[in-house]
């Protein structure tokens, strides 16, 4: 009787022993899925079995991390390589301006320096408006973001108001938008991005944004929809890409920050957001957000 509940304890333990071997096989293939199970005994083998599991679950952190680090590092090295060459041709067309206007200041050519430094001004103000762009996606990439109760109601009165919305657009609100759990600066930019881009791009006189809320299990989806010129298929995922510009036909000069700006936002805080548009019928642009 003593030999078979040794012999019984002895296939058991070989059990458990092939069992951690499985898992170290796992872990060292980068497989942090496995658990071990422990037994009642307390034994030297359950303690190396729940030592593997914290060092699994840690080594999974740590995989996890990287990877969103390695993801981060190549778009900031995308972002890098394509601001610099943004930047520089702004600031090349500025310096042959103003070598223009070292020739035009003779006192019959008053109308051309005029010409000049109209030209200039715009190509100032589209430098200031690249960089403010620029600062405002460099932000999206914080790992943490600080969250509290939103009202999304608030915020986009508040834009509206801020911006003189109501001036450029007529904006209609089915019901009322949700309180979310949010950061109020960065719900700031997808309202605000998200307005600007419907109207810089509409091709009606009067534009149109149309904006509503369906409540799902645990978050809820939001939608800005207008009657602009809508974007063909093969653009709807890489619109948010950084510096894309999609020809829409429209003479706005787009420095394609703005959407790629509200995608880091999203997916930061957990949500996601795409598009559905046929050309000639408008667009939409929607995303999700976790209940409060």
Not at 22 to 51: C, E, Y
Not at 169 to 174: G, Q
């Amino acid at each position: 009787m003593l030999y078979s509940q040794n012999e019984e304890r002895y296939s058991e333990n070989e059990e458990r022993l092939n069992d951690i071997l499985d898992m170290i096989g796992s872990m060292a293939s980068l497989d942090f899925s496995k658990v071990l199970q422990t037994s009642h005994r307390n034994d030297m083998v359950d303690a190396i079995a729940l030592g593997l599991n914290m060092l699994s679950e840690e080594l999974n952190t740590q995989v996890v991390t990287r990877r969103q680090l390695d993801e981060i590092n190549e778009k900031l090295e995308k972002f890098a390589f394509t601001t610099a060459h943004d930047l520089k041709s702004p600031l090349n067309a500025m310096t042959g301006l103003l070598h223009l206007l070292e020739y035009s200041l003779a006192p019959d050519s008053k109308s051309e320096v005029i010409e000049y430094m109209s030209r200039l001004k715009k190509m100032t103000e589209k430098m200031k408006g690249l960089i403010s762009g620029i600062l405002e996606y460099s932000r999206t990439f914080s790992l943490e973001m600080k969250t509290e109760i939103v009202d999304l109601n608030q915020l986009l009165n508040d834009v509206i108001e801020n911006d003189n919305v109501a001036d450029r657009a007529n904006i209609d609100v089915d019901g009322k938008l949700p309180e979310v759990l949010f950061n109020k600066t960065a719900g700031v930019q997808v309202i605000r991005n998200l307005l600007d881009n419907a109207i810089k791009y509409s091709d009606k006189r009067q534009c149109e944004i149309k904006i509503s809320t369906e409540e799902l299990d645990d978050h809820y989806q939001i939608t800005f929809s207008d009657n602009g010129p809508g974007i063909a298929a093969e653009h709807h995922e890489t619109i948010f890409e950084l510096y894309n510009q999609v020809d829409t036909g429209m003479k706005e000069d787009s420095l394609g920050i703005g959407l790629a700006t509200v995608k880091n936002i999203i997916t930061s805080a957990g949500g996601r957001i795409w598009l559905e548009s046929v050309p000639g019928e408008g667009a939409s642009f929607i995303f999700t957000l976790k209940k409060t």
